[in-house]
Nanobody
Framework: DVQLQASGGGLVQPGGSLRLSCHASGFEFDEFVIGWFRQVPGKERHWVSCIEKADGRTLYSEDIEGRFTVSAVFSENTVYLRMNNLKSEDTGVYYC???????????????????WGQGTQVTVSS
C-alpha cells in the first residue's frame, strides 16, 4: 500500500511563504502522480496542484494564480509545494494524495486519488 506523509505546515502572516513536503512510500509501479489538496472545515476538499513522475508535468488550480510551485525529488519519492504570497483564504489542512501507476494528473483528478496521507495545517493570519 502507498503511504504518504505531509509536513511543513504552520502559522504564517499574509504575504509570507511556506514549503510543504510529502514523502511517499510503498509504490508498486515505477510511475505515479501526487496531488496536493486543501480542506477547510465545512467545505469539500479542494484540489491545489498535481505532478506526474513520468514527465514532470505539473497542474495547478486557477485560484493559485502562480503563487504556488510543485516540485519533486522523484528518486526520494518526495514532492514539495512551495507557497508564496500566502493569503488568508489559503488557510486549511493540506493533504497529499497519490495514484500508483501509469496515469496522468487529469485522469487521477477525474477518477479520484487512491491513497491519502495525513494532512498538515496551514494557517495564514496576522
Amino acid at each position: 500500500d502507498v503511504q504518504l506523509q505531509a509536513s511543513g505546515g504552520g502559522l504564517v502572516q499574509p504575504g509570507g511563504s511556506l514549503r510543504l513536503s510529502c514523502h511517499a512510500s510503498g509504490f508498486e509501479f515505477d510511475e505515479f502522480v501526487i496531488g496536493w489538496f486543501r480542506q477547510v472545515p465545512g467545505k469539500e476538499r479542494h484540489w491545489v496542484s498535481c505532478i506526474e513522475k513520468a514527465d514532470g508535468r505539473t497542474l495547478y488550480s486557477e485560484d493559485i494564480e502562480g503563487r504556488f510551485t510543485v516540485s519533486a525529488v522523484f528518486s526520494e519519492n518526495t514532492v514539495y509545494l512551495r507557497m508564496n504570497n500566502l493569503k488568508s483564504e489559503d488557510t486549511g489542512v493540506y493533504y497529499c494524495a497519490a495514484v500508483d501507476g501509469d496515469t496522468t494528473c487529469n485522469m487521477a483528478l477525474y477518477y479520484g486519488m487512491r491513497s491519502w496521507g495525513q494532512g498538515t495545517q496551514v494557517t495564514v493570519s496576522s
